[in-house]
């Protein structure tokens, strides 16, 4: 596949795998992209996943129809992208490697050395010339990993982004661009919004036709949409006016709640989402959390704090920053109710978490006063 004339797609794509970092659920697979740059030296921009190095390499050998690649770029160290670097340096051995100084302390961990005779260190703004093309290197620490370099080719207009703007599935995965990438970057690059957003703002100089990640498609249309998102998420400002419901119930009380205060937001109008976290996809349980304005955690008691599923996914979203949403809460408890005081004591360090005044206090099963507090939280949610 040519992303243009000279930039060749060399990536594969891994329909077998089960869980994308051993943790996240990937039902169309996942792809590891990498490319190769055709000019008076050729540089490739990074490698695949371990299992993929043969079939790389022949990508690669095919895409530069028999030339020795003068440069590995490397711009980012997770063994999804770095493990065959050994394999293409042994067959590729008068390559050099392009990276950051950090990148290279963490091939000595990986792989034992940090391939002295053949390192090029590249900081923020060092360039290096291929011929008609020129790699401009921009420095993108903690988007998601410390040693992280993204880089532009000014000729062709193209901004390489590591894993910015990736999602989870393979490239011929037929589904929505959005949804897979928002629960890629909520998941794995969440906790970075200030990186990221350092880095939209050198981007923002840029003059981008394309945008290479190392997962997902090549996107080389309407880059504004993607790019807007991407300021959105890292942001943390609510994409999608509405409530989001994660919930769980052990006997069903709690879903009748919840079932209620869906049915009433929605006769105001408001746009809903409700989840059992017992069942469904944890990191979609993130996603949500942070696509939508507002969220309403509905739970029971358990051990004398927040019932497992919530209290996970109240960890998940402390851990990476959550801010600046307005939260309700329905508890349920036959007695000693401590959902309250554990869904404030873990959310209420961020920034801007607005907490509805009404509560809605469940005893073991819903009474004529809980229907009032849904209707006042209903109304409280939809102001
Ligand atoms: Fe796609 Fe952070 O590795």
Request: one cysteine or more; proline letters at 3%; glycine letters at 8%.
């Amino acid at each position: 596949m040519e992303v243009s004339k000279d930039i060749i797609y060399v990536g594969v794509n891994d329909y077998d795998l089960d869980l994308f970092e051993g943790q996240f659920v990937t039902p169309n697979g996942m792809a590891y992209n990498s490319y190769v740059i055709l000019d008076d030296k050729i540089a490739v921009m990074d490698s695949v996943g371990y299992e993929f190095g043969d079939e790389w390499i022949e990508n690669v050998k095919k895409a530069t129809d028999g030339r020795e690649p003068d440069y590995l770029v490397v711009q980012h160290m997770e063994p999804d992208h770095s493990a065959n670097m050994v394999d293409f340096l042994n067959t590729f051995p008068g390559a050099k490697i392009v990276s950051s100084k950090k990148a290279f302390g963490m091939m000595m961990q990986f792989f034992g050395s940090d391939f002295a005779d053949k390192q090029v260190v590249v900081k923020e703004g060092d360039t290096l010339e291929l011929g008609n093309h020129t790699l401009n290197f921009i420095g993108a620490p903690m988007v998601h990993w410390p040693e992280v370099i993204m880089t532009y080719e000014s000729t062709d207009k193209v901004l390489f982004s590591a894993d910015g703007f990736g999602k989870f599935g393979a490239t011929d995965a037929d589904e929505d661009w959005a949804c897979e990438a928002r629960r890629y970057y909520f998941g794995i690059v969440g906790k970075y919004g200030q990186q990221v957003q350092a880095v939209l703002k050198k981007a923002a100089n840029l003059d981008i036709q394309t945008i290479c990640p190392l997962h997902g498609p090549v996107l080389n249309e309407d880059l504004g949409y993607y790019l807007g998102l991407y300021d959105t998420w890292s942001s943390y400002k609510p994409e999608t006016e509405g409530v989001f419901i994660p919930y769980t119930s052990v006997y069903g009380n709690t879903k009748k709640a919840v079932d209620m205060l869906a049915e009433k937001l929605e006769a105001k109008g408001v746009k809903v989402s409700v989840m059992d976290l017992a069942r469904e996809d944890w990191a979609e349980a993130i996603e949500d959390a942070f696509r939508y304005a507002r969220v309403v955690f509905a739970t029971t008691t358990y051990n004398n704090d927040v019932f497992p599923f919530t209290k996970t996914l109240l960890e998940h979203l402390a851990v990476r920053g959550y801010q600046n949403r307005k939260i309700g809460i329905i508890e349920n408890s036959t007695w000693a109710p401590a959902v309250e005081k554990g869904v404030k004591k873990m959310l209420e360090g961020g920034k801007d978490i607005e907490f509805c005044e009404t509560v809605v206090s469940i005893k073991s099963a819903m009474d004529d006063e809980n229907i009032k507090q849904i209707e006042m939280l209903a109304e409280e949610l939809s102001k």
